[in-house]
């Protein structure tokens, strides 16, 4: 294998862009990139958006990283953030996003994603960018996780609101205490009917 790729690539993760300039001293870039994705020397994570093989990254690949790059603008959240804080004692391995594009789904080498449509108004509320070895990446708080989820899940219909989140979802009811007032408050602001119901909920429960 060409190592001076490796060696000119800082990152795990890169683009089709950085891709054609360490490569540009070839005759043929497009089959020489051909060539390395047959051997396997760097794979395709989707169109434009390519990695090395596990024994050449230097970090492990985070998937939270790699849904910001897939599709955006969208940030890591739902089922996949809820895990990810520990409210919910299941492992998922679907990687869900929102964003204010069209709703998507990729099914990639190194992992599935799903992107959820929603609206704009508070879009940005309640986003933190978390930082890790393998790279930084955008996720809903955690009042912010609990709210898209209900948002984007079809049994929830505004009543029974307890029962949703401690038998439906399953969330430990201790984790939710001391939820950021000031996120919640935000989301209220913008939110109407089902939603402004599970928000003034968690303001009165567990802020």
């Given at each position: ?9 800082e ?10 300039d ?6 043929n870039?497009?089959?020489?990139i051909?060539?390395?994705?047959a ?11 390519y ?15 790699l ?7 969208s940030y890591?959240s ?14 998922v ?57 209900a ?57």
């Amino acid at each position: 294998m060409n190592i001076g790729i490796r060696q000119l690539i800082e990152s795990d993760v890169f683009d089709y862009a950085q891709l054609i300039d360490v490569l540009s001293g070839y005759g043929n870039v497009r089959a020489k990139i051909g060539r390395l994705l047959a051997s396997g020397e760097i794979i395709r994570i989707k169109k434009g958006i390519y990695t090395f093989p596990e024994y050449l990254r230097r970090f492990p690949l985070n998937p939270c990283v790699l849904a910001n790059m897939i599709y955006g603008p969208s940030y890591v959240s739902s089922d996949y953030a809820l895990s990810y804080y520990g409210l919910i004692p299941e492992r998922v391995e679907l990687v869900t996003s929102m964003t204010t594009g069209r709703p998507r789904r990729f099914s990639t080498p190194v992992g599935n994603f799903a992107y959820f449509q929603r609206n704009a108004a508070d879009y940005s509320t309640g986003i933190e960018c978390m930082e890790t070895p393998g790279g930084s990446f955008l996720m809903a708080s955690k009042e912010k996780a609990v709210y898209d989820k209900a948002l984007t899940d079809k049994r929830f219909d505004g009543k029974n609101i307890r029962e949703y989140l401690l038998d439906d979802l399953r969330i430990d009811e201790e984790s939710l205490s001391g939820l950021n007032p000031d996120i919640l408050s935000a989301l209220n602001a913008n939110s109407t009917g089902r939603q402004k119901k599970l928000v003034r909920f968690l303001e009165e429960n567990y802020a």
